[in-house]
């Protein structure tokens, strides 16, 4: 079983910045893609950031030039360095995993949401 746990949400305002972190933990060979995504209320969850093991990384457009990426592999952590910010960014954001629990087997996998709220 694998567990992803994220750390790192809070309160700042606006102009501000925050790391999110999320560990992955449990049984597995390796993990492939990282995402992070976020969902505001009364809106659709939506993918914010993608870093695969190969240290390959995409943003979506509203978070392009402020959001951060990042991973370390040998702690099966991934990052997002967030900067600017701005009310429209509070959300909660959520890390997602494509890990490989056999030799032919990757499983998807998603963490339990931290809050993020962006005061004006």
Known sequence: QV???ESGGGLVQAGGSLRLSCAASGSFFSINVM???REAPGKQRELVAIATS???TNYADSVKGR???SRDN???TVYLQMNSLQPED???YYCNADVR???YQTKENWGQGTQVTVSS
Request: glycine content about 14%; overall charge positive.
């Open 74 to 76: 040998a702690k099966n």
């Open 3 to 5: 567990q992803l746990v």
């Open 35 to 37: 995402r992070w995504y």
């Open 67 to 69: 959001f951060t990426i």
């Open 101 to 103: 629990v056999g030799w």
């Open 90 to 92: 509070t959300a909660v």
């Open 54 to 56: 190969g240290g390959s």
